[in-house]
């Protein structure tokens, strides 16, 4: 098998060749057609979180057949699978036996603790990956399992907020506006002060307004998910919101939040961190893009190009999502 593989930190993908792994019981070695790039793949290049070790292949949005199933999977062979960031759990702790599997003691992820999907074959336990539809094309799928599921358990911590402001307008912005939109939210859209580009896309699926990330809304907001890294833009989102109205902060990593008055949390406004997510998450939120033919906005890249699709993230040059095409 093919793969790009982190060797050290702030390191470049290294294009690898490797024997093909076989599946254990539960496992499925399985071709891959698709991975989505996501800002996690950079926090990995930056040794951004804990308990990260060299070498690893990263990817955690992948689409791919079965070619070989281990004997206790129940996924047949030829099958098309998706895999999201949740690899494995312990299925024993209270966190697992609560339905709260996302924030089980000893989670493993894909493309952190397991070789992901930058790479042309990937080993995957069966019981954490999802069976999909054979027809839509591999590399609009594979943006929703992470991007697309993040997103969207953000905006379900919103609850019925109406209007909700989106900070960060990247890969699972612009998926969960989509969503958003359907469900009859007022989106307003901040992006980086002067980026009209991407405020444009914005608007273009429906946003109600948008801006700069330093300006303020023409309304307060009842809810505000930030996918921007920048713990600057919490005490920001804050300021942006009605009473009773919740900061939900999407990424997995973010800077310092500086510090604010008390009186911008005054009037039962809230923050809270989103942590992974659930195989129950994955299974809702699939179906019901299916059911709101959400199509998120793909630049594919042949995996030998992946550090050219991770430098084009970084510096803001993707509208929508990188996908890897194998
Ligand atoms: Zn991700
Ligand atoms: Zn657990």
């Known amino acids: 098998m093919q793969a790009m593989v982190f060797h050290e930190a702030r390191g470049n993908l290294i294009p690898e060749s490797r024997p093909n792994p076989s599946p254990a019981d539960w496992e499925l070695l399985i071709k891959v057609e698709a991975c989505g790039v996501c800002r996690t793949d950079l926090h990995i290049q930056d040794d951004e979180l804990p308990g990260l070790n060299y070498p690893i292949i990263p990817g955690h949005q992948a689409v791919g057949k079965v070619v070989e199933a281990g004997r206790h999977s129940s996924v047949s062979e030829g099958s098309r699978v998706g895999i999201t960031w949740l690899g ?60 697309g599921l993040i997103g969207f358990r953000s905006l379900s911590m919103a609850g019925d907020a109406r209007r909700v402001g989106i900070y960060g307008f990247g890969s699972a912005a612009h998926i969960v506006t989509q969503v958003a939109v359907r469900q009859s939210r007022e989106i307003y859209a901040f992006t980086r002060p002067g980026d009209t580009a991407t405020q444009e896309f914005a608007r273009e699926l429906g946003a109600a307004w948008a801006g700069g990330s330093d300006a303020s809304p023409p309304e307060q907001l009842d809810a505000a998910l930030i996918f921007a890294a920048d713990g600057q833009l919490v005490p920001k989102a804050l300021k942006d919101l009605n009473k009773g109205g919740r900061v939900v902060c999407g990424g997995i990593h973010m800077t310092d939040i500086p510090s604010f008055p008390y009186a911008d949390l005054w009037g039962e406004r809230r923050i809270q961190s989103v942590a992974n997510l659930t195989r129950q998450d994955g299974k809702e939120f699939m179906s019901l893009a299916g059911e709101m033919n959400i199509r998120p906005q793909i630049k594919t890249y042949a995996l030998e190009a992946a550090n050219q699709a991770l430098d084009d993230l970084r510096h803001g040059r993707i509208n929508g999502t990188a996908v890897l095409t194998m």
């Open 88 to 147: 494995w759990t312990c299925g024993e702790c209270k966190y697992c036996r609560t339905e709260r599997e996302n924030l089980c003691d000893r989670a493993r992820f894909h493309g952190y603790q397991i070789d992901g999907g930058f790479a042309d074959y990937m080993l995957v336990d069966s019981r954490y990956c999802f069976e999909l539809d054979q027809t839509q094309p591999a590399a609009e799928i594979a943006p929703l399992l992470c991007a």
